[in-house]
DNA sequence: CTACTTGCAAATTGTTTGCATGGAC
DNA sequence: GTCCATGCAAACAATTTGCAAGTAG
């Protein structure tokens, strides 16, 4: 399998251990499509290790996270959790509905325009962006529509 | 002061009434061109209020924050603590530099038409947006140039 | 066999809550 | 006088850490 192969290479060069823990965490967030927080990942995992501990999750997403296999993401305006997606999930933004909390996937370029832009006018350079949207849905919007006549 | 006045009947408005220590805290947050996290709200606020208490703070800035009289903000890729400024600067978003720290506001159009080019799209609804940015300065980038030569 | 990792439990940190007292209106 | 707001201390929840035992290379 191509992808334990490369997160062997790759934890290798950070002189890191590839350990059954740690192909099973990144397992679960390649193949699923949502967004799991630690609690999430723990719980999943557990059902294949059943001695498997969260600290061991924090700090497996920790390194996932700083060798950029996986992306960390907040929803809505309440950042207190945070989110993981892996990172072959391609650029893409969040929109969180606040009446169905369901969440909403933005493909746009202007995000990285606007990096570049501000990357041209000051020398800086840009290593992560974090953008998330709220608010409501059109089905939601629609209700409140419906109640308020 | 119209800004007391302002705030006392939108207070008011929502069934609240007004304290010295409302009045104080939105002050602080008005006056500074820092963005402030609730310790430093506190700390700031208690050299003139010596028993104001941690947890009016933070029920302040809840409330301030629910009337839209102040944003809360995050910056580069830790969230775990909120800062907060008062909604009198206008819109802006940030960038915060890895190497010194360094805040530098952002002011661009395309945040909005991301919102606006979806909301035409699908129909939502947008209420707020977080956007946040990270990476190094020009400064910090010739810096560490100048070490790896 | 050497270091990195894990599991476990305890600690930390930012924030919230329950409750009796105080203060705005 | 009525309720909302405050101060205080205790509670919370997500995450992190210290440490002894386990295990990858």
Redesign the interface.
């Known amino acids: 399998m191509e992808g334990k192969n490369s997160l062997e290479s790759q934890l290798r060069a950070a002189g890191r251990r590839m350990t059954p823990q740690r192909i099973l965490i990144l397992s679960i967030l390649d193949e699923t499509g949502d967004h799991l927080d630690a609690e999430e990942v723990y719980r999943r995992a557990k059902k294949l290790n059943s001695n498997l501990n969260i600290a061991t999750v924090y700090r497996t997403l920790g390194i996932l996270k700083e060798m950029d296999l996986i992306e960390?993401r907040?929803f809505?305006?309440d950042?207190s959790i945070?989110y993981y997606e892996s990172v072959n999930k391609g650029e893409h933004?969040h929109?969180t509905?606040?009446g169905c909390r369901k969440i909403?996937e933005?493909e746009?370029p202007?995000?990285l325009?606007?990096?570049q832009?501000?990357s041209a006018l000051?020398?800086?350079?840009?290593?992560?962006?974090?953008?998330?949207?709220?608010?409501?849905?059109?089905s939601c919007?629609d209700e409140e529509e419906n109640l308020t006549l």
Chains 1, 2 share one sequence.
């Open positions: 960390q907040y809505a305006r950042h945070e933004y929109f509905c606040l909403i933005v746009t202007k995000i325009q606007v990096q832009e501000f000051t020398g800086a350079k840009f290593t992560h962006a974090c953008v998330c949207f709220e608010g409501y849905c059109a919007v």
